[in-house]
């Protein structure tokens, strides 16, 4: 079992910017995609962006591209997730996830083995 710890959650104002972090435990760091999900109340658990194996290849959810930024650094055993020109419906939990899955599966849940116990955003003004 990986393990996944997030950090960086906390308030912001509309248009501002967070730095989210996920540590993973695992002496396989290099051979995982990462992905990052988020989750408001009521609502499914939803994709927001993926990062390969090669850290080359990125993917993100429409609703976050040109604000949001997926990395990550195998010497760190860390993935970032770079938020700016956060809104209101950006306000979720957001989780990390690992595994290795086919293009097709990154967009749900599913697609991913291993699972942060997540790390909350809220906006505010």
């Known amino acids: 079992q990986v393990q996944l710890v997030e950090s960086g959650g906390g308030s912001v104002q509309p248009g501002g910017s967070l730095r989210l972090a996920c540590v993973a435990s695992t002496s396989d760091f290099r051979t995982y995609s990462f992905g990052w999900f988020r989750q408001a109340p009521g609502k499914e658990r939803e994709f927001v962006a993926a990062i390969r194996v090669s850290g080359g290849t990125t993917h993100y959810a429409d609703s976050v591209k040109g604000r949001f930024s997926i990395s990550r650094d195998n010497a760190k055993n860390t993935v970032y997730l770079q938020m700016s020109g956060l809104k209101y419906e950006d306000a979720a939990v957001y989780y990390c996830?690992?595994?290795?899955?086919?293009?097709?599966?990154?967009?749900?849940?599913?697609?991913?083995?291993?699972w942060g116990q997540g790390t909350q955003i809220t906006v505010s003004s």
């Open positions: 996830a690992a595994g290795k899955p086919i293009l097709s599966a990154i967009w749900t849940m599913r697609g991913w083995r291993h």
